[in-house]
């Protein structure tokens, strides 16, 4: 019986994107999809997720693409500028299994501990969870397993009783092979649908 809903947080309850800066610093769209998909890539990014240095990460890919210096830094200086709105169909979802009272909700998400708090100023709803296990802070992310277990056992949960919300498909095999029942998000709507189907919702 699922008595704890575990979120994560990007693309799932959050909107970011690195496209929301750079659309302003590149005329070309082109031009700016070999940047991020080149240059200040997913995996690069994840490395601050996992704890280094926001510092030490720009200075690495400057160091190695110094003809992109400007657009590099900019991706931290102006990181705030990649935040867009809460996904409002998903934050009513995760108000209406808080207000059901039967579930213990967290969060646990990939995400820099430089850049973390300023979330947590924006959107109120991320104060709404039992517990925030935070990548960054912990100096590893999804899909290590043990950043998973770290969760589980920080907060007594059992892995067979706690449903698994995320984006990231990879995520999502990572904790099935933990034996955490998963849901691969792809739009709030599809979420309620599952939901409900297994009766959670």
């Known amino acids: 019986m699922i008595n704890t809903i575990i979120f994560d947080l990007g693309a799932v309850l959050i909107d970011w ?3 929301y800066l750079y659309r302003t610093l590149f005329t070309d769209e082109q031009e700016m999809k070999d940047f991020l998909t080149n240059i ?13 240095s926001l510092q030490e990460g720009t200075d690495l890919l400057v160091a190695q693409h110094p003809e992109h210096e400007a657009n590099i830094r900019a ?13 409002h169909g998903t934050v009513e979802i995760f108000k209406q299994l ?17 850049t973390f708090p300023i979330a947590l100023e924006r959107f109120d709803f991320l104060g709404w969870f039992d517990g925030v296990v935070v990548s960054g802070t912990e100096k590893m992310r999804k899909p290590t397993p043990a950043f998973y277990q770290l969760l589980l056992d920080r907060y007594d949960v059992k892995a067979d009783e706690a449903l ?8 999502i ?6 034996g955490i029942k998963s849901i691969h998000f792809t739009s709030s709507e599809a979420l309620e649908d599952e939901l409900k189907r297994i009766e959670v919702l």
Do not use: H
């Not at 991706?75 to 996904?87: A, D, I, K, N, T």
């Not at 808080?98 to 430089?114: D, F, R």
């Not at 698994?164 to 995520?171: E, S, T, V």
């Open 98 to 114: 808080k207000a059901s009272g039967k579930y213990k909700i967290y969060a646990l998400t990939n995400w820099s501990a430089e």
């Open 164 to 171: 698994f919300i995320d984006d990231n498909y990879r995520n």
């Open 75 to 87: 991706f931290y200086s102006r990181w705030v500028e990649m935040l867009g709105e809460p996904l």
């Open 173 to 178: 095999l990572a904790a099935e092979q933990m």
């Open 40 to 52: 200040c890539t997913s995996d690069w990014n994840e490395e601050q997720d996992a704890g280094r």
């Open 17 to 19: 994107n690195p496209r």
